[in-house]
């Protein structure tokens, strides 16, 4: 077994941060949808922290050009590399456009979007029925598609730990010792 070379720390800050973060998103996402009596609060915590994950997200993306990670090991697959490049640059992708709809989402039904205190970001849409009645429903649909490719990213990472025991898993997470 070739031991994989470890990303530098901030990557790794970045990575579990960000999967803390997108988690709780996800799982206020669906507590907003269910409950009518926390809507409201839920809401309020919804926005900035999607607005949070976006600017992390592109704090990400240029660290990870800056910083790229390491190499898979050599003996790795070509279809299981296309399959680990092609999911990671799916999830940056939903990373950004998740955020970036439900933005202009709200601007288009024109609600404020207040990141912290009493700041407030620009609309990124015009003001539009029809289109907040397109961009909502999208919202859902690519919010539960990094759901599930979060999941798969999961499931991989959780098969690097303990089935290939390659060392890829533990280039992330400094603090996994290799089972026996």
Known sequence: ???AK???????????????????????????????SDYHTLVSIHKPLGILILILVAIRLINRLVNPPPPLPE????VLRFAADASH?????LMFAVP??????????GYPIQFMGGWHL??????????????RPLHTVLALLLFAT?????????????????GVFQSMAGWWKQPD
Request: hydrophobic share 65%.
């Open 100 to 109: 970036l709809v439900g933005w202009g989402m709200l601007s288009a039904a």
């Open 1 to 3: 077994m070739t031991m």
């Open 89 to 93: 640059w799916t999830l940056y992708a």
């Open 75 to 78: 003996n790795f697959p070509g």
């Open 150 to 166: 979060f999941l798969a990213h999961l499931g991989a990472a959780l098969m690097h730990a303990l089935i290939f025991r390659d």
């Open 122 to 135: 620009p609309p990124i849409l015009p003001h539009s029925d029809a289109l907040f009645a397109f961009l």
């Open 6 to 36: 470890m990303f530098p720390a901030l990557s790794r800050i970045l990575h579990w941060t960000m999967a803390v973060l997108i988690l709780t998103m996800l799982f206020i996402g669906i507590a907003m949808v269910s409950s009518l």
